[in-house]
């Protein structure tokens, strides 16, 4: 069994640029959820799908997209950069639409110059 | 607004000491409750889960408590070893729109001094 993946583990983007972070959940799990974890912060739940479907939001801007594939694996899309989305950026897998267990990889860091 | 609150937000031990952290929220309508360790600069590694009907887990030196009522859990921590160094985070599940998602505090930082 593998656990959560996510790709790539470090970038660097200036502000108004474009990114896509991937994350590859563990076998089995349908539900995937995002999280943003500033410097000294604890994480911030961005959104969560369920079968390809986005089924719950944070408080973060349309900006910040996302989509989950038939295989489960998810992508994060931030839309014009800005310097506070600086941040360690974390997807988590479970069943169940969340309420099992979440299984956290290793993080996306994302610095916006 | 659910919040998360951990106290201390550092805390420095010998090795060998007993230690407890602290963690706090507003709302009592949750799940669950999640401890995890957090390496610097990595991801997070579960560590003890309660159930919103539990009252304690325990994993090895590890020992979590939860008094939902009173908006309360606690993390003990065993003959703390110098590998126990690491951030220390507590989140709860409560229900959104359609989804469950977990709160966090902003963590304990420890650090065991060998």
């Known amino acids: 069994e593998t656990g959560v993946t996510q790709s790539p583990t470090h970038l660097i983007k200036t502000r108004g640029q474009q990114v896509t972070l991937r994350c590859s959940s563990q076998?089995?799990?349908?539900?995937v959820s995002w999280y943003q974890q500033a410097l000294g912060q604890g994480p911030q739940f961005i959104f969560q799908y369920y079968r390809e479907e986005e089924n719950g939001r944070g408080n973060f801007p349309p900006r910040f997209s996302g989509l989950q594939f038939p295989n489960y694996s998810s992508e994060l899309n931030v839309n014009a950069l800005e310097l506070d989305d600086s941040a360690l950026y974390l997807c988590a897998s479970s069943l169940g639409q969340g309420i099992e267990t979440q299984y956290f990889g290793p993080g996306t860091r994302l610095l916006v110059l | 607004k659910q919040e998360v609150t951990q106290i201390p937000a550092a805390l420095s031990v010998p090795e060998g000491e007993n230690l407890v952290l602290n963690c706090s929220f507003t709302?009592?309508?949750?799940?669950?409750l999640q401890w995890f360790r957090q390496d610097p600069g990595k991801g997070l590694t579960s560590l003890l889960l309660i159930q919103s009907s539990q009252r304690e887990q325990t994993s090895g030196r590890l020992n979590a408590s939860l008094d939902k009522s009173s908006g309360r859990s606690t993390l003990y921590i065993a003959a703390s070893q110098p590998g126990d160094s690491a951030t220390y985070l507590c989140?709860?599940?409560?229900?959104?729109?359609?989804?469950?998602?977990?709160?966090f505090g902003k963590g304990t930082k420890l650090s065991v001094i060998p």
């Open positions: 076998s089995g799990h349908n539900t």
């Open positions: 709302d009592s309508a949750i799940y669950n």
């Open positions: 989140a709860v599940m409560t229900a959104g729109a359609g989804s469950y998602q977990l709160t």
